[in-house]
T-cell receptor, first 113, second 114 residues
Framework: DQQVKQNSPSLSVQEGRISILNCDYT??????FLWYKKYPAEGPTFLIS?????DKNEDGRFTVFLNKSAKHLSLHIVPSQPGDSAVYFC????????????FGKGTKLSVIP | EAQVTQNPRYLITVTGKKLTVTCSQN?????MSWYRQDPGLGLRQIYY???????DKGDVPEGYKVSRKEKRNFPLILESPSPNQTSLYFC?????????????FGPGTRLTVT
């Protein structure tokens, strides 16, 4: 049973437009959410995170929104750039000092010049 | 430079031949973890370690062993590899169970078991 779901395996966006990557989760005990970006032949790198006590966190061109009632989060990239083309993983952590991250399957973003 | 290193980066082996993938971090992180990435399945945690001599199973521990004798090293051991362990493996480390739970990943080890 997958607790973190990224239902879109791929997404194509024109350069300069907004990219919206979605993530749903089933476990209401998750209290921290992270997004990682992965380029081919490299390990994932941390992008942005959000605590369950917030509904939005922004870092430059990247914004993560959290809707706890819907158990849904999204990553917005504005404006999208060709260098953003990568696989994006959503991850979630349980509260109270859990050492584990549960990852989604990833969404491959292609930004078309 | 702060980093997580893995060796080897690529390995082709045969069924049943014991192998070890090494992982080392230079950030004095307490927490280390091993993941495997498979097409259509994303990243799945194999084992993790909260500190020296403290390890625990992740979501897919079967067929793997780990040890944490030093803080900087966390090797992954496949005692008798099988073809279903063909995968891309990542080691990761972080300061611990403190927000934002950011983990730093190594470059990956692509393992093929024939």
């Amino acid at each position: 049973d997958q607790q973190v779901k990224q239902n879109s395996p791929s997404l194509s966006v024109q350069e300069g437009r907004i990219s919206i990557l979605n993530c749903d989760y089933t476990n209401s005990m998750f209290d921290y959410f992270l997004w990682y970006k992965k380029y081919p032949a490299e390990g994932p790198t941390f992008l942005i995170s959000i605590s369950s006590i917030k509904d939005k966190n922004e870092d430059g061109r990247f914004t993560v929104f959290l809707n706890k009632s819907a158990k849904h989060l999204s990553l917005h990239i504005v404006p999208s750039q060709p260098g953003d083309s990568a696989v994006y993983f959503c991850a979630a952590s349980l509260r109270a000092g859990s050492y584990q991250l549960t990852f989604g399957k990833g969404t491959k973003l292609s930004v078309i010049p | 430079e702060a980093q997580v290193t893995q060796n080897p980066r690529y390995l082709i082996t045969v069924t049943g031949k014991k192998l070890t993938v090494t992982c080392s971090q230079n950030m004095n992180h307490e927490y280390m973890s091993w993941y495997r990435q498979d097409p259509g399945l994303g990243l799945r945690q194999i084992y993790y370690s909260m500190n020296v001599e403290v390890t625990d199973k992740g979501d897919v521990p079967e067929g793997y062993k780990v040890s944490r004798k030093e803080k900087r090293n966390f090797p992954l051991i496949l005692e008798s590899p099988s073809p279903n362990q063909t995968s891309l493996y990542f080691c990761a480390s972080s300061l611990g169970a403190v927000p934002p739970y950011e983990q730093y990943f190594g470059p990956g080890t692509r393992l093929t078991v024939t």
